[in-house]
């Protein structure tokens, strides 16, 4: 008996047919709750799109309202195999660096001088390309100055279209990261880039640099600068058709069959050095070995 009254409390917990109760309401009840958390959750959605819209209002979509980035900018390499930025191959071997010819190939069609031509604009050089906007009013989108990839020369892929790798004298473009309304330079000194060899450890306290392996090196554009013409960059949706400046460097006599530490950096007059903590502020490190032996 004592088992069949603690089964029909179990179920009267669940309905109750007495009071017309299930789970302890009764149909009011439960309409009522009903009403009230539907009521809450309208006006909670409404005050987090009211929120939502009055915040967008504020924001401009051609730039941010607040950057949080260093103060050195980083740069890349390209080609670029991996995440390890290594560069090897064998000059006996076409397939080992034929797949370097044809990532530069397709990273400067973009800088071909037909598509410069027709999306961009001759600027003048050293100078600041300065398209502020007037008051409220956008000054958008923006234009950008070419950049054509004859600008570069041996590395160019025009008159040597292997860029190098087939008879040891390889060719490295670097380009700089894109800072929204960076002036990378002041009193008309441009930046540009410098490598030499990386100091790397060796040993507990024993640090080695590659110097005497690099050998000569040539930059395009002359010197390795960046022009001031590019810059400031605008932002991806204000400069939709911006082309990154880039800067060229052929190794004419680097070591064969052996490892080299390479460094390229970029020196302005107002742009701080990178840190050690940093290797990617205002520098990029990379290795580069060409065999000759199969």
Request: net charge positive; proline share 5%.
């Amino acid at each position: 008996m004592a088992k069949d009254a603690g089964k029909g409390e179990w179920k009267e917990c669940i309905w109750n047919p007495r009071t017309r109760e299930f789970l302890g309401r009764t149909a009011s009840s439960w309409g009522l709750i009903i009403l009230f958390y539907f009521v809450f959750y309208i006006f909670l959605a409404g005050l987090f799109a009211l929120t939502m819209y009055v915040m967008l209002q504020t924001l401009d979509e051609h730039k941010p309202t607040w950057q949080d980035r260093l103060t050195t900018p980083g740069m890349v390499i390209r080609p670029k195999s991996d995440e390890t930025f290594e560069i090897v191959y064998n000059i006996q071997k076409t397939e080992s660096w034929d797949m370097y010819a044809q990532a530069l190939d397709k990273f400067l069609e973009p800088y071909n001088s037909s598509v410069q031509d027709q999306k961009n604009d001759e600027c003048k050089p050293d100078q600041y390309f300065l398209q502020e906007d007037s008051g409220d009013v956008k000054n958008n989108p923006k234009r950008s100055c070419q950049f054509k990839r004859d600008v570069l020369m041996d590395c160019s892929g025009l008159n040597d279209r292997y860029y190098g790798y087939h008879d040891g004298k390889p060719c490295i473009i670097i380009k700089m990261n894109r800072v929204i309304g960076m002036l990378p330079g002041k009193d008309g000194q441009a930046p540009f880039i410098t490598c030499g060899a990386k100091r790397y450890k060796v040993g507990k306290n024993e640090w080695r640099e590659d110097t005497d392996k690099i050998g000569e090196m040539m930059y395009f554009p002359s010197n390795g600068t960046f022009n001031l013409m590019y810059y400031p960059y605008y932002g991806k949706k204000a400069q939709v058709n911006y082309s990154q400046p880039l800067v060229a460097v052929k190794f004419l006599n680097i070591t064969v069959n052996e490892d080299v530490n390479i460094e390229c950096k970029i020196n302005a007059n107002n742009i701080p050095a990178g840190s050690e903590r940093d290797k990617f502020a205002g520098r990029v490190s990379f290795k580069l070995r060409i065999n000759t032996i199969n």
